[in-house]
């Protein structure tokens, strides 16, 4: 069983900056692709930024020039840094991932493991 951890999350006021941590015990960046997701109430779950083993990286339409995704190699971390937020990215925050190394879309389904998410809320 592969255990996700985020942290990092909460709020801001918009234009501000936060920057999500997700954690995978045991995770080794040669064999795991990762990605982040959100979903807001009522709203469907949407991929915001996932990287492969190799790390290149795939964006969603609403992060891209304001979202950056990362790898810690030397630990079991993914990062998403955030900046200029907007009222609209306030949602659930969730990573994800799968013991493959190619990324080829954010579709969830292409992944297994996910953590319990982390709350963002930007305010106007």
């Known amino acids: 069983q592969v255990h996700v951890v985020e942290s990092g999350g909460g709020s801001v006021q918009a234009g501000g900056s936060l920057r999500l941590s997700c954690t995978i015990p045991?995770?080794?960046?040669?064999?795991?692709?990762v990605a982040w997701f959100r979903q807001a109430p009522g709203k469907k779950r949407e991929g915001v930024a996932g990287?492969?083993?190799?790390?290149?990286?795939i964006y969603g339409a609403s992060a891209k020039g304001r979202f950056t995704i990362s790898r810690d190699n030397a630990n079991p971390s993914v990062f998403l840094q955030m900046n200029n937020l907007l009222p609209e990215d306030s949602a659930m925050y969730s990573c994800?991932?799968?013991?493959?190394?190619?990324?080829?879309?954010?579709?969830?389904?292409?992944?297994?493991?996910w953590g319990q998410g982390t709350q963002v809320t930007v305010s106007s």
């Open positions: 994800a991932t799968k013991p493959v190394p190619w990324l080829q879309s954010l579709d969830p389904q292409d992944f297994d493991y």
């Open positions: 045991g995770y080794t960046a040669t064999r795991y692709r």
């Open positions: 990287i492969d083993t190799n790390g290149r990286t």
